[in-house]
């Protein structure tokens, strides 16, 4: 540590980032598995659960960024499109959703291919990336930066987001920012898919967790999947994410903010933001 705790502004009296990790027939495919059937459920987030969040996110008028796979955006090029179109951030999250360790070249072709497939379907360049299933490597992040990526959003080893710094492929001192999210608490993939939790309970526990963060470092950052199965896209799991934000608006001072749009101001605010090197 460098510097001192990430201090958010006083009158931001909490920072919330939604994130909605598209995960559709990659995850099948990408452990070998046909998906279809049984497996189909990643079907669900191309056709239903992309749709009903994007048209969450309209009625309530709030930001949030979608990572999405490669594989999945040249599927469903049109939903892929829609996100966009609909104000809502576009950020990478793997080719095949690599839930496997890669060596250096294969991670690194396959984070520029997913680039690629991104920045020109949308005409624009992406900004960030989630890793899927929280693979990364020491290389990540110099790849990630040679590509003009501003933020990573996969580490789990705080509550606040901060500066990473870090020897680029150049050999060149260079930062990213990261935005560490909580894939136990605040992610619906270990309700759902573990322990089978009722969704009125998940819901419950996303109000302490929000309410405790108000109270406490102020920046809360969920994640949801848009699958049937054990993901949010069905009717009665959108309603609990749809709530968890009705519940937010009614606090005072809170920022919605896509990624991109937050690590944006990290970096034009860099004396607020803590600074770790060589994690
Ligand atoms: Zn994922």
Redesign the pocket.
């Known amino acids: 540590m460098t510097m001192t705790k990430t201090s958010l502004p006083a009158h931001m009296k909490c920072v919330v980032l939604l994130g909605v ?3 559709g027939p990659c ?1 099948e495919v990408g452990r070998g598995i046909a998906p279809l059937g049984i497996h189909s459920w990643g079907r669900y987030s191309a056709k239903r659960g992309v749709p009903r969040h994007l048209d969450m996110c309209q009625r309530l008028g709030v930001p949030c960024t979608f ?1 999405v ?1 490669g594989y999945d955006a040249e599927l469903y090029p049109e939903v892929v499109k829609s996100i966009d179109r609909n104000g809502c951030e576009v950020a990478a ?2 080719y095949l ?1 690599e839930a496997w360790d890669m060596e250096g070249e294969e991670e690194e072709r396959l984070l520029r291919k997913t680039d690629d497939i991104l920045s020109n379907l949308l005409s624009k360049p992406v900004l960030g990336w ?1 890793s ?2 929280g693979r990364k490597s020491a290389k990540t992040m110099q790849v990630l930066r040679s590509m003009g990526y501003i933020y990573d959003s996969s580490d789990k080893d705080y509550d606040l987001p901060y500066r990473w710094r870090f020897t680029n492929a150049a050999g060149e001192s260079d930062t990213i920012i990261e935005l560490p999210n909580n894939t136990y608490s605040l992610d619906d993939f270990p309700f759902y898919k573990f322990s089978y939790t009722p969704p009125s309970e998940v819901l419950d526990q996303w109000l302490a967790e929000f309410d405790a963060i108000y109270n406490g470092d102020r920046f809360f950052v969920l994640t949801v ?1 848009p699958r049937s199965g054990w993901g949010s896209g069905t009717p009665s799991r959108t309603q609990v994410f749809e709530e968890v934000i009705r519940h937010i608006q009614k606090y005072e001072g809170v920022h919605f903010f896509s990624s991109a749009e937050f690590a944006r101001w990290c970096q034009q605010n860099p004396e607020l933001l803590e600074e770790v090197a060589n994690v």
Do not use: I, M, Q, V
């Open positions: 990790d598209f995960d995850h990572f796979p999250h793997g959703h989630r899927p299933s999947h």
